[in-house]
């Protein structure tokens, strides 16, 4: 009974397997991935700790199991010692009648004992059909040791069982749910091609000052964000998982998609402070342009350096949260930071706390690794608009002299291995980003793109990786 109760528990592990590190893979990765395997033919390991659903599983073939002949024993034969025969002592009659009467005895208790058993089974039985509170998975009573786990495993079982239905139906949906959005998508296209602008890096490289204010807060650090990590796999995946449990959002037909994901970087900073924030990025669109914050400006396009360094430096928070200073999808002409803002979009509520300019790009992989998101802009070329998950450099595929050379900027989440046919064409590691654009773009609003792809559409300007920031 006991081995059969470890063979049940062993088998319901690898039906629903545990995830790693702290957090399940998001199913976006695994989208990613396969739209990867789709595409090249090739195989990333099994690196999802929840298991893909039955029409997707590969067919496993059972290797043939061939039964050794059993080899030739040879037994030797013992030399047998006879004994002399046990002569037993005739019973008197005294001690005759005391063992009947031990028996007789012995009988008596038995059957007390079996009335006893019954009484209290009967019992039991009485007591649990008029509870009003009955359940499948309660231990039977009265039994014994093994069969109370064996029916607490059953139930284990099934609980996890529902819970894999629960996750196969809430993947359909999700998918569902970005299906829709990418007709949505292909819609906007046009505008969203015809509204891309160079990026004003302006002084990206200038040394930030080392002057600072009296701080009228209350220091704080942020907590180091769950940076996933597959174990015992043969290719790396490494991301942050607060990135993935943000919900995409769209930057509609403004320029501001710097602004969108630099408030991403602070929101994900905050989640793993255990805050929860929706931050606005109509206000950071805002503190990113200096030049445009006292007379309407017409020039479209940012960066959030200058933002960036003004909150670190400033004495309060200056961030506030999405309801207090909510964001406007329509163009305002002549007026790109649409002033003058609304009096609530001064009740700060985030801040800055540190961040750095990193340019390498092993450098910023490295940043993603360590729990770092990290902004980065770049040029476009037309896989990046409609593509399935993935954004890599295949044929002479050149950047445009039109819209499509215009930037873009998108925050860097994660690190991903390639398989090894793919390094030669493409690098060994893709890095998934996270747009602006809505779930309609790539799968869910994510997409990895190649090293190659990389190097070449990158502008040549340090990126910027946010290690802390501060809440109220």
């Not at 059909?129 to 079982?157: E, I, R």
């Amino acid at each position: 009974m006991l081995s059969r109760l470890f063979v049940l528990f062993t088998l319901s592990l690898l039906i629903f397997p545990q995830s790693w590190a702290s957090g399940d893979m998001p199913l976006v990765i695994s989208e990613i991935q396969k739209s990867v395997e789709k595409k090249f033919g090739v195989v990333f390991p099994e690196q999802n700790p929840m298991p893909r659903p039955p029409e997707e599983k590969e067919k496993i073939v059972k290797k043939k199991v061939i039964k050794k002949p059993l080899q030739d024993t040879f037994v030797k034969k013992k030399n047998i010692v006879k004994q002399k025969p046990i002569f037993k002592k005739k019973k008197t009659p005294g001690q005759i009648k005391i063992e009947k009467q031990l028996a007789k005895n012995r009988e008596i208790l038995r059957k007390r004992r079996e009335d006893f058993l019954n009484k209290r089974k009967s019992d039991v039985y009485q007591k649990k059909s008029n509870s009003k509170k009955t359940s499948k998975d309660s231990s039977p009573t009265g039994g014994d040791w093994m069969s109370q786990k064996s029916a607490s495993v059953n139930a284990w079982g099934e609980k996890k069982k529902k819970q894999q239905n629960k996750w196969q139906a809430d993947r359909l949906a999700t998918i569902k749910r970005w299906q829709k959005a990418r007709k949505a998508f292909k819609k906007m296209l046009p505008d969203i091609k015809n509204d891309l602008t160079d990026i004003p890096f302006g002084s990206s490289e200038a040394p930030i000052s080392t002057k600072r204010p009296k701080r009228k807060y209350r220091p704080s650090v942020s907590s180091p964000v769950h940076v996933a990590q597959t174990q015992s796999s043969p290719l790396e995946l490494s991301f942050i998982e607060e990135a993935f449990r943000i919900p995409i959002r769209s930057q509609g037909r403004r320029p501001t998609c710097a602004a969108f994901a630099a408030v991403r970087a602070v929101e994900i900073l905050a989640k793993a402070m255990g805050q929860e924030k929706d931050l606005s990025e109509q206000y950071f669109y805002y503190a990113s342009k200096p030049q445009c914050q006292q007379s309407p400006c017409q020039k479209p396009g940012s960066w959030p350096r200058q933002a960036f360094v003004d909150s670190q430096n400033g004495g309060g928070f200056d961030i506030p949260l999405e309801k207090d200073c909510p964001y406007n999808e329509t163009k305002k002409s002549n007026n790109e930071t649409q002033i003058p803002l609304k009096r609530s979009c001064q009740r700060g509520v985030a801040k800055v706390g540190r961040f750095s300019m990193v340019k390498n790009r092993h450098e910023i992989q490295e940043r993603i690794r360590s729990g770092q998101p990290v902004v980065g802009g770049f040029k476009l070329n037309d896989d990046f608009f409609l593509n399935t998950g993935y954004v890599f450099k295949e044929g002479k595929t050149k950047v445009g002299n039109r819209e499509h050379a215009q930037g873009h900027a998108i925050l860097l989440v994660g690190v991903m291995e390639l398989p090894k046919s793919l390094h030669r064409s493409q690098g060994r590691y893709c890095t998934l980003i996270a747009n602006s654009w809505g779930e309609g773009w790539g799968r869910g609003g994510h997409a990895c793109i190649s090293d190659a792809w990389f190097d070449q559409y990158r502008y040549g300007i340090p990126f910027i990786a946010l290690e802390k920031v501060a809440i109220q």
